[in-house]
């Protein structure tokens, strides 16, 4: 495309005073779950705030949620969750790593379409808590002359909780624009052939280089309440066909990998089993020496790099384990841009070929 094509130009025709229109551009808008900007209490309290605010999570009524939250939890929590946050913080870089692998996904991928579709793209990333907002991004592509969009939430399973509230959020922002873009949401990818492949990888890999193989893999997922699952959320099944085209992709039987749910809140009953308990009850079974991975991340966070690497693994250990192997999420690894970029290629398809 020459460079007087992009420079925005009063359409023919039009009168003088008539606003320049920019070129046509379709954006490609990644979403996250989010982060703090600071793991200090009131940074974290804001985004805590937001977070358990959304009923997409904590779907109880308003009247009773709402003065516990504000009144106790918000209290408490901002010092606990700061901690954790702390202990993971990229300091160099003034931001939690979910901030910075996010980054540089986007910046993988716009290399990555840009040599696929030139500048007809525009690629960016939001967080649906947090900063950078979706509706900041949003106007962003708007501005720039986005007449479409497609919006990528970046969690291979669909549940109600991280893909379904990144939706609602895109959705919600769109509302505010005068001249509204067309927009597409992606479907899960969990079944997608790259994306098991990479994640097939990531294991082979790590197995490779550990000193000992693990005795099982534990494939370990965030959990939801299992409530949520009799009201028709498709998370749990998504997770399960994971594990089993994984073990396929692996060649492996059942007896070498489980799948378990991590990150219970509240009193009632999540999905089963919990990863903190059972990787205790493995150890007290034998299995000294174990790995996980978490497929339903695709960045590694708060959730893998402290709940898991820490928490869980401190389980294992105490009920006797001895070798624990965390093996990374999918992050920026080359196998799992290319998925990603596939995936992103065929939801374009009408707009980009």
């Known amino acids: 495309m020459s460079a007087d094509v992009k420079i925005a130009q009063c359409p023919a ?3 003088a005073d008539h606003p ?5 551009k ?3 808008l990644l979403a996250n779950l989010g982060t703090p900007d600071d793991y200090s209490y009131w940074p974290m309290r804001r985004y805590l705030n937001e977070f358990l605010s959304d009923q997409r999570v904590i779907d109880y009524p308003k009247w009773k949620w709402q003065p516990l939250l504000q009144l106790i939890i918000l209290t408490k929590r901002p010092f606990s969750s700061g901690a954790a946050y702390k202990s993971i913080w990229n300091h160099d870089k003034g931001e939690s790593p979910l901030m910075t692998i996010t980054k540089d996904q986007t910046a993988k991928l716009t290399r990555a379409l840009t040599e696929r579709y030139g500048d007809d793209v525009m690629v960016d990333f939001c967080m649906r808590y947090g900063n950078p907002s979706t509706q900041s991004k949003v106007r962003q ?4 002359g986005c007449t479409k969009i497609l919006f990528v939430p970046l969690y291979p399973q669909y549940a109600g909780a991280t893909s379904g509230t990144a939706n609602d959020q895109f959705f919600r922002a769109l509302t505010k624009e005068t001249h509204q873009p067309a927009a597409r949401t992606i479907a899960p990818y969990f079944d997608q052939p790259a994306y098991i492949e990479a994640l ?3 294991v082979e890999r790590a197995y490779s280089a550990a000193d000992k193989r693990p005795d099982i893999l534990v494939v370990s997922y965030h959990g939801m309440p299992k409530r949520y699952l009799m009201q ?3 998370y749990h099944c998504q997770c399960q066909k ?3 085209l994984l073990r396929e992709r692996l060649g492996w039987d059942q007896t070498k990998l489980t799948t378990t749910f991590q990150s219970v809140f509240g009193p009632e009953e999540w999905l089963k089993p919990y990863t903190v308990d059972h990787v205790a009850e493995l150890a007290r079974d034998g299995k000294k020496n174990i790995a996980v991975v978490a497929p339903a991340f695709s960045a590694d966070c708060i959730e893998t790099l402290e709940e898991i690497n820490e928490e869980i693994r401190e389980s294992f250990e105490h009920a006797g384990g001895e070798d624990f192997l965390y093996i990374p999420c999918l992050n920026d690894e080359p196998a799992h841009v290319e998925a990603l970029t596939g995936v992103i290629a065929d939801n374009l398809k009408g707009w980009l070929d």
């Open 242 to 244: 994971t594990t089993r």
């Open 232 to 234: 028709g959320d498709p």
């Open 20 to 24: 320049a229109i920019k070129p046509e």
């Open 141 to 144: 592509m708007v501005e720039a």
């Open 200 to 202: 097939a990888q990531s």
């Open 13 to 15: 025709h039009a009168p």
């Open 26 to 28: 379709v954006g490609i």
